[in-house]
């Protein structure tokens, strides 16, 4: 059963990336929402993985101390 989910998981994260490349050469109006979608959620992941690393979020300090 994890299997099939993590292929759906990869399978949504190529068509993501399929659709970003494509919406800069200029896609149609419905892959460019779909890049955009991407993007934004990819942008969310980065946040919440930065948040969670150093355990202090964005309250300040050096994470290399």
Do not use: F, H, K
Not at 4 to 22: K, M, N, R, T
Not at 31 to 41: D, I, N, Y
């Amino acid at each position: 059963m994890a299997l099939i989910i993590l292929s759906g998981v990869l399978v949504l994260a190529v068509g993501g990336c399929v659709c970003v490349v494509w919406a800069a050469r200029g896609g149609p109006r419905w892959v460019r929402g779909v890049a955009t979608a991407t993007l934004a959620a990819g942008e969310l992941v980065r946040r919440s993985g930065r948040t969670n690393r150093n355990g202090a979020g964005d309250r300040g300090g050096d994470s290399d101390a």
